[in-house]
């Protein structure tokens, strides 16, 4: 009986602080969910991609439209200033996602003002299917205009936004479904 009790006080512990190592960093169930989010496209540099953002009916948030090659273009992009997310080396960022098939980037950046490097990682969707994708904070690889710079590492705890860019020289219609981006400890 003894054990039992010993075993039970363990595994409520180990639950506990499971649940306290996880923190949402974006969900879209609020009115004002949308605000922090914009999108930023090839149109910057006089490309033609078209992608845009909503809040749909199922509280997720949906990054749609047409990626275009034309112009030198070939981007298009959703990005969201969180203040300081106060993320750490050992921290791994969850996001719940359905795709349509295509390779996303996920981006986080260290500007208040999302400009400099951005620290990207690539991601598989899987088409109309929901998955997690699980993104270490150490992997993240700096880049800036397409150009991947190895020796520039992020500080995770300056990281002030983040986003999720689609650029995988395919043109054509796109979308991709998020319910919830959270922040977790390394398991």
Do not use: C
């Amino acid at each position: 009986m003894r054990h039992t009790i010993i075993f039970v006080a363990m595994f409520f512990f180990i639950v506990t602080v499971s649940v306290a190592e996880e923190r949402i960093l974006f969900s879209f169930d609020k009115a004002d969910s949308a605000k922090p989010w914009q999108t930023v496209n090839d149109g910057v540099m006089g490309g033609r991609s078209d992608g845009r953002f909503k809040i749909n009916d199922n509280k997720n948030m949906e990054f749609f439209g047409t990626l275009s090659l034309e112009n030198n273009g070939g981007f298009a992009s959703v990005r969201a200033r969180g203040g300081n997310l106060a993320l750490k080396k050992d921290d791994v960022i969850v996001a719940r996602v359905k795709g349509d098939g295509r390779e996303y980037k996920f981006n986080v950046y260290d500007q208040p003002n999302l400009n400099g490097f951005s620290y990207r990682q690539s991601f598989e969707t899987k088409k109309n299917e929901w998955i997690e994708v699980k993104l270490p904070v150490s992997k993240f690889v700096a880049t800036w205009r397409g150009r991947v710079f190895p020796n520039q590492k992020l500080d995770p705890s300056n990281v002030a936004g983040l986003g999720f860019l689609l650029g995988d020289k395919k043109a054509g219609r796109f979308k991709l479904e998020v319910a919830w981006i959270k922040v977790k400890k390394t398991e």
